[in-house]
């Protein structure tokens, strides 16, 4: 393998996304794409027409996208504040929680409709984490799993093209839709609700979340700040060296298997957000989500493009079933358990998409009040989405 190369594709994974997120922030149709799916896209043409011909480190590359991932999740959890779930209303809570429900009892029926065709348990596992707190989790269950780079790939692939249309219907018609369901004929679109003025200043990082995800690159002017910022990466340094030991003391190996790490990174990131010093150190959820950027340019810069061209089909016709399943069986258990239409829409958004996306849905809904409990349940997904993710994987796994 030719060292300097190797070298020049790990510095393209820690500074590209910096590019990728200027870029969409200059230019709307790569706003739309997004960040995430821009990294994947620059990743598959390092891969296929970029170094590979020349023989850059891929195992390597595949190497630091999951050491990247396990510390992005302390990072993104130190900053969640679950002491706010005493703030969320009866609908919010029951509709988060049968969103929950939904995601789970479909990633089991969509494993024993498929497993006897393709090995279906891991991607049935990543769909619980996706559909309970978005993104971040599916990749944490993949890699924990095991599932490999060409699987988490074609995942994030799908997730990408089918969640793109979900959300643009969450913005448009939906609203609308859910109301005439589960309102009746009460108004199509209600009025909003007054917020006081700390709501207003609070609904953009209630629980912890932000409204631009790498804002911290412009939010921390001051050394202190940046020092703090770099203590709480050293502490999600640690959080995977405890994983590491784990896994050392138990199965005498060090990243062979990730779960241990996984796990560990998951259940500190949520015990260390309950000390306020950590808890509000400024950019972590930011940083967090920059090194997700950067864990998925190094992915897609690892896989094998042949491999991929062979799974993502089946893939996204994988996730396409789940997703719509869960959205229909979330509406009528909203229904059956008499949850209001915005609490409906708000809680199955936090459990897709997770804090990001909840500003302009609930902007779309006309109730902006409904943002702040909507971030604290895309909070909660983001804190227990891995768990319970990699809980179901293991038990299906069992099965297969």
């Known amino acids: 393998m030719n060292v300097a190369l190797t070298v020049i594709a790990l510095i393209c994974v820690v500074t590209l996304p910096v590019l990728i997120i200027y870029l969409t922030r200059i230019n709307k149709a790569i706003g739309v794409i997004g960040a995430v799916a821009c990294c994947y896209i620059v990743g598959f043409a390092f891969s296929t027409i970029g170094f590979t011909g020349y023989g850059y480190d891929k195992s390597l590359i595949s190497t630091v996208a999951y050491v990247l991932v396990a510390l992005s999740i302390p990072l993104i959890l130190f900053s969640i504040d679950l002491r706010a779930l005493k703030k969320l209303t009866r609908g919010t809570v029951v509709g988060y929680t049968l969103c929950i429900v939904s995601a789970i009892a479909v990633a089991v029926a969509a494993f024993f409709i498929t497993f006897k065709f393709f090995p279906s348990a891991k991607l049935a596992a990543m769909s619980v984490g996706l559909y309970t707190g978005g993104t971040p989790n599916l990749n944490a269950i993949g890699a924990g799993l095991n599932a490999g780079e060409t699987t988490i790939a074609a995942a994030n692939v799908s997730d990408t093209i ?211 409990p909507g971030v604290i349940c895309g909070a909660l997904g983001l804190a227990i989405g891995t768990l319970l993710g990699l809980g179901v994987g293991k038990l299906l796994l069992l099965i297969a």
């Open 162 to 372: 089918v969640g793109g249309v979900y959300f643009l219907l969450l913005v448009s018609v939906a609203p609308r839709i859910y109301s005439k369901i589960l309102d009746g004929r009460k108004k199509a679109v209600a009025q909003p609700m007054p917020q006081s003025d700390d709501d207003k200043k609070n609904t953009a990082a209630e629980g912890g979340a932000r409204r631009d995800d790498y804002s911290f690159g412009f939010g921390i002017r001051d050394w202190k700040s940046i020092l703090k910022l770099v203590g709480a990466l050293a502490l999600s340094v640690g959080c995977l060296g405890v994983g590491a030991l784990l896994e050392y003391v138990a199965e005498g190996t060090v990243g062979e298997n990730l779960l241990y790490i996984l796990l560990s990174v998951s259940v500190l990131g949520v015990a260390l957000s309950f000390i306020k010093p950590i808890r509000e150190i400024k950019g972590e959820y930011s940083l967090g989500s920059y090194l997700i950027l950067c864990f998925s340019l190094a992915l897609s810069m690892s896989i094998d493009w042949k491999q991929l061209s062979v799974e993502i089909l089946p893939t996204l016709a994988f996730f396409a079933g789940c997703q719509l399943s869960v959205i229909i069986l979330h509406a009528l258990l909203c229904k059956i358990f008499r949850v209001d239409a915005y609490s409906a829409i708000i809680t199955s958004t936090a459990g897709i998409y997770g804090p990001p996306f909840i500003a302009p849905v609930a902007n779309a809904c006309k109730r902006q009040d409904m943002i702040a």
